[in-house]
């Protein structure tokens, strides 16, 4: 299994800024995602982080809105860009490695004001 | 695209009592995860499924993978209150390694 922290695991922030959102796995994986999760709702994708390069985003999302960043095999940021009330959300990191079993980070939730 | 409707929607059992939820798909799925969600919290992965048929344990929880592989059930065997949370199905098919989310099963367990 993968143990997988985030960073910050809450913030509320003001429209029209920024915020980035550290993951860190304590093994290397293969793939890292990243997830959407309104309040009481499922999960949705935003995007596989790749190593080395760019993110592959879900429909519906964009690189300048959450552009992505996987430097290696353990870390990865997601940046949420420009913020609006409808941002807030909990944003999940996940990671898998090497079978099917993917696991998750605790999630930050973000709120934006 | 793969989609996933996942059943009931909400539970309210009493302590002790057995619960049974599913997940059905309207495409083929190679892989079934069950995961656990409490408030707070990530989704804590429960039980892997990898073949049609498959039936698998992990302490009071048993998960199996349909026969059809469209569909996957989890039961929990005589709950207590910490059972309480979201449980979700996700499925993972030929394309791209993307798991496909059901919608949840909120239990509660009342004591």
């Known amino acids: 299994s993968a143990v997988i922290s985030q960073k910050p695991s809450r913030d509320i922030c003001q429209r029209g800024t920024s915020l980035t959102i550290q993951c860190q796995v304590d093994?290397?994986?293969?793939?890292m995602f990243w997830y959407r999760q309104q309040p009481g709702q499922s999960l949705t994708l935003i995007a596989t982080?790749?190593?080395?390069?760019?993110?592959?985003?879900e429909s519906g999302f964009v690189i300048d809105k959450f552009p992505i960043s996987r430097p290696n095999l353990t870390f990865s940021t997601l940046t949420v860009s420009n913020m609006s009330p409808e941002d807030s959300s909990i944003y999940l990191c996940?990671?898998?490695?090497?079978?099917?079993?993917?696991?998750f980070g605790p999630g930050t939730r973000l709120t934006v004001t | 695209g793969q989609q996933l409707n996942q059943s009931p929607q909400s539970m309210f059992i009493q302590e002790g009592e057995d619960v049974s939820m599913n997940c059905t798909s309207s495409?083929?799925?190679?892989?079934w995860l069950w995961y656990k969600q409490e408030p707070g919290e990530g989704p804590v992965l429960l039980i892997a499924?990898?073949?049609?048929?498959e039936l698998t344990s992990n302490g009071r929880l048993t998960a199996q993978f349909g026969i059809t592989r469209k569909d996957s059930f989890l039961n929990i065997s005589a709950s207590i209150p910490s059972d309480v949370g979201i449980y979700f199905c996700?499925?993972?098919?030929?394309?791209?390694?993307?798991?496909?989310f059901g919608q949840g099963t909120e239990l509660s367990v009342k004591p």
């Open positions: 499924l990898y073949k049609a048929g």
């Open positions: 982080a790749n190593q080395g390069s760019e993110a592959t985003y």
């Open positions: 996940s990671a898998r490695s090497g079978g099917y079993e993917q696991y």
């Open positions: 996700a499925g993972q098919g030929n394309q791209g390694g993307k798991l496909i």
């Open positions: 093994s290397q994986v293969t793939m």
């Open positions: 495409s083929i799925f190679n892989t």
